[in-house]
């Protein structure tokens, strides 16, 4: 079994600056009242909030390189962001538009002027834009077929149970083309979209409808699914960070609960019961972390070799994504009744938990990844 | 701390391997190692260390293994290396640092530890061995259990009641135990695996030095807190460890060898623990970076935890797999290891011996408690023992 070097695990100088200017942010704009009072109107995005995180702190351009206008930065520091809005379940388009579709974009060739343009005005906060692929896609599934493309790039076909196109402008969609795989970029408003019911509160999915509309080819063949490939693994893996701030909140805020609670004359944290299976929880987020951190700095580091950054992304989301559903279930039943009511806000991470399990892959799928790359091959 | 680089310890590592007699008693270069301050370089010049980061060991270690150099052997005499040596360094006189530290180290003098007894397991400070002053000596008498290499040793630390009117935590006093002495007397501990690894020491009227008292009387709970510490810091000083290291190595390499053997129902319990595994070896990396980058956290006392677990699951899944072949055992006869080898026999052993990890220096129920206490700051359990005087506890 070859064992190539563990990226750095912790956190840089850097990276806790950016974490307390997002935490920062978030405190002030996106408390649980508010998200709790936004979820069930026609506009369950905060665009508010979205401005100053993607514009004003810069984070939509954090994967943009500089000379394309956003920050160079690396999939470390999109990591603690996903954290900490995984922490407050912001309701903010970060993962669709400055993860999926910008990486997505990065993909593809990027001295266009046109495509160059685009990331600019991504990176900067001045658009948003979302990858037309159902959430439940996950890497290594293959080009999808639902939507075709004509000579003249008009599109047609339809997308489910896409994340973040409610709040975007611009839509990247991987098509079939006369000459086979396309990206194509399509302006929202060329789209029928509806929005279902979701199960996940904060993050509303969109069924997308392509009647004809305008798409102009951002890559093609191998390119474009090379880049939707890579859009996926990234996304996969950062979103192990985002659950993982999921969970920790979850595991913080059950303490903390836990410490007040009084029953039978004590608080109910001292009873030995519920005390191992905090112990147990913050032992998860603790490993958790670490598949998380791995995921996101083999995808900075090695995103050159794509199995090495395919492996610790389907180890991270075979292990986080089931830690982070337990964390929000311990945190739901350990609350007692409160935590079945709807104005606590535990049921909003209960339910992102969920949907994340599906996101980009389920757990059971990363594993059966692994299974002949790590030379554990199914029964015959 | 800090002045001394990584080239200078390679520098000593050349001299010292320069003036290496390869035909003589590997004894010899070992003392020669631990003179030269390469035997644990964050220990004091002097007694087998430069004062230097732990983090250079790494690199001694690294160029006496490419050297083919002697090494002491560590899983044999690692009660000594891990509890007894940073003890001593802490709360031992110049004297005892010069008479136990270097014999210690080099494998000459094996330790053994004298803490558990019948009646005080995860409540230790409950222990009932008493040690009773008589002029410039202790008398000890009492019985003490789970005693690895107890039949090997030559020294014991040792924890024993001096005080009982006091409460449990304060009455007790840690000594240095010769284990030649005459009231000393271990009998083996036979368990569930066939072999008898650990021991029962009796101990009667056995008369220790005052002289061989480390710490205060009465201050023996507090000593026997950081040899337990040290226990769990020595995990951080280690290399990083390959993908596949640990009980996970045996049941792939089935897997890989036997085909035949394979469902889709182990397949994917077999998957989730390799995930688990490879998760748990990160986990331990981030735990290492963490105390070479000087910030360690409390991760680290989770981590035999999650291996008590994992090697449980993994070794249960590999008898499980081996389908007739699960239903053999190696060999039930009562042998005597030096010490515990995980891979040098068959996964029914793995099995057996692996349920002990989760009771072992801590049970994972009481390490639950100290995390749930410690780092999550849950408040403990109401408690009738913590003022009562020893004498007055029931038993």
């Known amino acids: 079994?070859?064992?190539?070097?563990?990226?750095?695990?912790?956190?840089?100088?850097?990276?806790?600056?950016?974490?307390?200017?997002?935490?920062?942010?978030?405190?002030?704009?996106?408390?649980?009242?508010?998200?709790?009072?936004?979820?069930?109107?026609?506009?369950?995005?905060?665009?508010?909030?979205?401005?100053?995180?993607?514009?004003?702190?810069?984070?939509?351009?954090?994967?943009?390189?500089?000379?394309?206008?956003?920050?160079?930065?690396?999939?470390?520091?999109?990591?603690?962001?996903?954290?900490?809005?995984?922490?407050?379940?912001?309701?903010?388009?970060?993962?669709?538009?400055?993860?999926?579709?910008?990486?997505?974009?990065?993909?593809?060739?990027?001295?266009?002027?046109?495509?160059?343009?685009?990331?600019?005005?991504?990176?900067?906060?001045?658009?948003?834009?979302?990858?037309?692929?159902?959430?439940?896609?996950?890497?290594?599934?293959?080009?999808?077929?639902?939507?075709?493309?004509?000579?003249?790039?008009?599109?047609?076909?339809?997308?489910?149970?896409?994340?973040?196109?409610?709040?975007?402008?611009?839509?990247?969609?991987?098509?079939?083309?006369?000459?086979?795989p396309g990206l194509y970029e399509v302006a929202a408003d060329q789209v029928a979209s509806e929005r279902p019911v979701s199960l996940d509160l904060t993050r509303p999915l969109a069924d997308l409808r392509f009647d004809g509309a305008a798409g102009r080819l951002l890559a093609g063949?191998?390119?474009?699914?090379?880049?939707?490939?890579?859009?996926?693994?990234?996304?996969?893996?950062?979103?192990?960070?985002?659950?993982?701030?999921?969970?920790?909140?979850?595991?913080?805020?059950?303490?903390?609960?836990?410490?007040?609670?009084?029953?039978?004359?004590?608080?109910?944290?001292?009873?030995?019961?519920?005390?191992?299976?905090?112990?147990?929880?913050?032992?998860?987020?603790?490993?958790?972390?670490?598949?998380?951190?791995?995921?996101?700095?083999?995808?900075?580091?090695?995103?050159?070799?794509?199995?090495e950054a395919s492996l610790a992304v389907a180890v991270a989301q075979a292990y986080v994504s089931p830690v982070a559903v337990h964390a929000a279930e311990e945190a739901v039943q350990l609350h007692g009744g409160i935590g079945m009511t709807w104005e606590h806000p535990v049921h909003l991470y209960l339910k992102r938990a969920k949907a994340d399990e599906i996101a980009l892959g389920t757990p059971g799928r990363h594993r059966r990844a692994l299974a002949v790359p790590v030379g554990l091959p199914p029964a015959a | 701390m800090g002045s001394v680089s990584a080239a200078d310890v390679r520098g000593r590592v050349r001299a010292l391997l320069a003036a290496w007699d390869q035909k003589a008693d590997p004894a010899e270069f070992l003392r020669a190692r631990f003179d030269a301050g390469l035997a644990w370089v964050h220990f004091p010049v002097g007694l087998g260390g430069l004062d230097a980061p732990r983090a250079l060991q790494a690199v001694v270690n690294a160029e006496l293994d490419a050297a083919g150099a002697p090494d002491n052997d560590p899983r044999r005499i690692g009660i000594g290396l891990?509890?007894?040596?940073?003890?001593?360094?802490?709360?031992?006189?110049?004297?005892?640092?010069?008479?136990?530290?270097?014999?210690?180290?080099?494998?000459?003098?094996?330790?053994?530890?004298?803490?558990?007894?019948?009646?005080?397991?995860?409540?230790?400070?409950?222990?009932?061995?008493?040690?009773?002053?008589?002029?410039?000596?202790?008398?000890?008498?009492?019985?003490?259990?789970?005693?690895?290499?107890?039949?090997?040793?030559?020294?014991?630390?040792?924890?024993?009641?001096?005080?009982?009117?006091?409460?449990?935590?304060?009455?007790?006093?840690?000594?240095?135990?010769?284990?030649?002495?005459?009231?000393?007397?271990?009998?083996?501990?036979?368990?569930?695996?066939?072999?008898?690894?650990?021991?029962?020491?009796?101990?009667?009227?056995v008369r220790i030095p005052d002289a061989h008292r480390l710490g205060a009387v009465g201050d023996g709970w507090r000593v026997a807190q950081?040899?337990?510490?040290?226990?769990?810091?020595?995990?951080?000083?280690?290399?990083?460890?390959?993908?596949?290291?640990?009980?996970?190595?045996?049941?792939?390499?089935?897997?890989?060898?036997?085909?035949?053997?394979?469902?889709?129902?182990?397949?994917?319990?077999?998957?989730?623990?390799?995930v688990d595994s490879e998760v748990a070896r990160l986990t331990a990396e981030r735990v290492r970076q963490q105390m070479a980058a000087g910030t360690p956290g409390p991760e680290g006392s989770g981590l035999k935890l999650s291996l008590a677990r994992l090697n449980q699951q993994l070794s249960g899944l590999e008898v499980e797999l081996l389908g007739e072949q699960g239903l053999r055992y190696g060999d039930w006869a009562m042998v005597r290891p030096r010490s515990v080898d995980f891979y040098g026999r068959d996964a029914g052993y793995r099995y057996l011996r692996a349920k002990g990890n989760s009771i072992e220096g801590g049970t994972s129920e009481i390490l639950r408690n100290i995390v749930a206490e410690r780092v999550l700051g849950l408040p403990a359990e109401p408690r009738n023992d913590k003022d009562a005087a020893w004498k007055d506890l029931p038993r």
């Open chain 1, 221 to 307: 063949g191998d390119a474009a699914v090379a880049a939707l490939e890579r859009a996926l693994l990234t996304g996969a893996g950062l979103l192990a960070s985002e659950q993982l701030g999921l969970a920790q909140w979850c595991l913080d805020e059950t303490v903390r609960y836990l410490g007040q609670r009084r029953q039978f004359g004590r608080v109910v944290g001292s009873f030995q019961a519920l005390k191992h299976r905090l112990a147990d929880l913050w032992l998860d987020v603790v490993s958790a972390r670490a598949a998380a951190r791995n995921a996101a700095g083999v995808l900075a580091d090695r995103l050159s070799d794509p199995a």
């Open chain 1, 1 to 180: 079994m070859t064992s190539p070097a563990i990226p750095d695990l912790l956190y840089s100088d850097v990276e806790d600056d950016l974490r307390a200017a997002v935490r920062a942010v978030l405190a002030d704009r996106c408390g649980h009242a508010a998200v709790l009072g936004r979820i069930e109107t026609a506009e369950p995005y905060d665009p508010a909030l979205w401005r100053v995180l993607a514009a004003e702190l810069g984070l939509a351009g954090l994967l943009v390189p500089e000379e394309l206008g956003g920050q160079g930065a690396s999939a470390r520091e999109a990591a603690v962001v996903c954290e900490e809005l995984g922490g407050a379940v912001a309701p903010v388009p970060f993962l669709g538009s400055a993860v999926l579709a910008t990486t997505a974009l990065l993909g593809c060739d990027t001295a266009d002027p046109a495509t160059a343009a685009l990331l600019g005005r991504l990176a900067a906060g001045e658009a948003t834009a979302a990858l037309a692929v159902p959430l439940s896609a996950a890497p290594g599934d293959g080009f999808p077929a639902t939507v075709h493309a004509d000579g003249g790039g008009r599109l047609t076909g339809t997308v489910t149970s896409v994340a973040d196109a409610l709040a975007a402008e611009v839509l990247v969609v991987p098509a079939l083309g006369p000459e086979g």
């Open chain 2, 82 to 205: 891990g509890m007894a040596a940073p003890t001593i360094l802490a709360y031992g006189t110049d004297e005892q640092k010069a008479r136990f530290l270097r014999p210690l180290w080099t494998g000459e003098e094996v330790w053994c530890q004298l803490f558990s007894e019948p009646g005080a397991g995860s409540d230790l400070a409950g222990l009932g061995t008493r040690a009773v002053r008589d002029g410039d000596d202790w008398v000890v008498d009492g019985q003490k259990v789970w005693t690895s290499s107890a039949h090997t040793a030559r020294w014991a630390i040792l924890i024993a009641r001096t005080d009982l009117d006091v409460p449990k935590h304060r009455g007790i006093t840690y000594f240095v135990c010769d284990m030649t002495d005459p009231g000393v007397e271990v009998r083996p501990l036979r368990q569930i695996t066939g072999e008898a690894e650990f021991n029962e020491v009796f101990l009667t009227g």
């Open chain 2, 226 to 274: 950081a040899t337990l510490m040290n226990e769990r810091v020595a995990i951080g000083g280690g290399a990083s460890v390959p993908r596949e290291s640990g009980m996970i190595g045996p049941v792939a390499a089935t897997w890989r060898e036997r085909p035949e053997l394979r469902t889709p129902e182990l397949h994917d319990r077999l998957l989730r623990l390799w």
